[in-house]
């Protein structure tokens, strides 16, 4: 069975501040990890994915995402926080090893910026 | 716009009621799927499409529920019988191979 745990309901950042959002995840194959987000009253936005390569991965407005092998992470970053980047963010993984087409989703993490 | 299109986005019924929301994915996928998001939580998995075969179902999927995509191109669910729990955001996604899934603004009903 694939899961994905996001540890935080929210992070809470200054404006121009570096953030992290933290996943990790369980599959029994290889791992395609994604983050999406979203905005009030919107569907999910894709960000960026790692299906193999590098384990950096960079994505839209600015955001990247390292994939950690064997600690089973895939952290969100950005390294600097803007207010319009408040929004909900999932973390969401597919078994490609079992041949899995459908995303099991996070509960998501709500991302607060200051100004 | 090109993107996911789902109708209508907004759903109010009476318990028992059946209702169908209708999905236009991006026209040059071959897979589409549908999901459930209820308040606080992220989209669980409902079924998934390739071009019109149906080729998975989750357990969350009741006999309640149906849902077909007749000639491979836009997909309906149907709920029969609605109950209070079925209160929820209904999303559509489709992608083409392995690439991204892109959503839709999805559908939101409500069951008083």
């Known amino acids: 069975a694939q899961s994905v745990a996001q540890p935080e309901d929210q992070v809470n950042v200054a404006e121009g501040n570096p953030l992290t959002v933290k996943c990790t995840y369980s599959v029994s194959g290889n791992p395609y990890l994604f983050w999406y987000v979203q905005y009030p009253n919107r569907g999910l936005q894709f960000l960026l994915k790692y299906i193999t390569g590098d384990n950096l991965v960079k994505g839209s407005y600015g955001f990247e995402a390292e994939f950690n092998k064997s600690q089973t992470s895939f952290h969100l970053k950005k390294p600097s926080a803007l207010v319009s980047d408040s929004a909900l963010y999932f973390c969401?993984?597919?078994?490609?090893?079992?041949?899995?087409?459908?995303?099991?989703f996070g509960s998501g993490t709500r991302l607060q910026v200051q100004p | 716009d090109t993107g996911v299109s789902q109708d209508p986005r907004h759903k109010i019924t009476k318990r028992g009621q059946n209702v169908t929301f209708r999905c236009d994915p991006i026209?040059?996928?071959?897979?589409l799927y549908w999901y459930r998001q209820t308040l606080g939580q992220g989209p669980e998995f409902l079924t998934y499409?390739?071009?019109?075969?149906?080729?998975?179902k989750s357990r969350l999927l009741s006999d309640r529920f149906s849902a077909e995509r007749p000639k491979g191109s836009f997909s309906t669910l149907e709920i029969q019988r609605t109950e209070q729990g079925d209160s929820a955001m209904y999303l559509c996604a489709s992608n083409r191979d392995r690439a991204e899934a892109f959503f839709g603004q999805g559908t939101r009903l409500t069951v008083v």
């Open positions: 499409f390739q071009n019109e075969a149906q080729l998975e």
């Open positions: 969401a993984v597919r078994d490609e090893g079992v041949g899995r087409r459908a995303l099991t």
């Open positions: 026209s040059e996928h071959n897979r």
